[in-house]
Structures are given as structure tokens and as C-alpha cells.
């Protein structure tokens, strides 16, 4: 009986190895519900601002170029 206990868990862990070796796992849950918080992150919207128009706050500065 021991002998196809020991298989099995070589197996799997030959697997388990396999998967992680070439980033299989990516993406997988570690607890339930995971994936909804992932996607709520993903999906969300942020009021920037309330009742006005979206503004440029700053323009970006153009790094000034050695003459030669």
C-alpha cells in the first residue's frame, strides 16, 4: 500500500514542479474570491473630479537638448 502512496506524491509533486517551472500559475487563486477582487481593481472608476471639466494639471516639461 505504500508503494502507490509514494507514486502518486512523486507524481504530483513532479507536476506541481512542472507548473511552476513554466509559469502555469499565474493568475491562480491563493484564497476564494481572489479573482472578483482582481477584476473590481481592474475595472474600477475613479472621480477625479466632481462637477467641472477634467483639466491638464501640469504639462510636461521637454528636457532640453545640448546645442551643438
Do not use: C
Not at 505504500?2 to 491562480?28: C, E, K
Not at 475595472?43 to 483639466?55: C, K, M, Y
Amino acid at each position: 500500500m505504500a508503494n502507490p502512496i509514494q507514486n502518486t506524491l512523486s507524481q504530483l509533486t513532479q507536476t506541481i514542479r512542472f507548473l511552476v517551472a513554466n509559469d502555469m500559475l499565474q493568475g491562480v487563486e491563493l484564497k476564494p474570491g481572489d479573482a472578483e477582487q482582481q477584476e473590481k481593481e481592474q475595472n474600477r472608476i475613479e472621480v477625479v473630479e466632481e462637477g467641472g471639466d477634467v483639466g491638464i494639471v501640469a504639462e510636461p516639461v521637454e528636457a532640453e537638448m545640448p546645442h551643438e
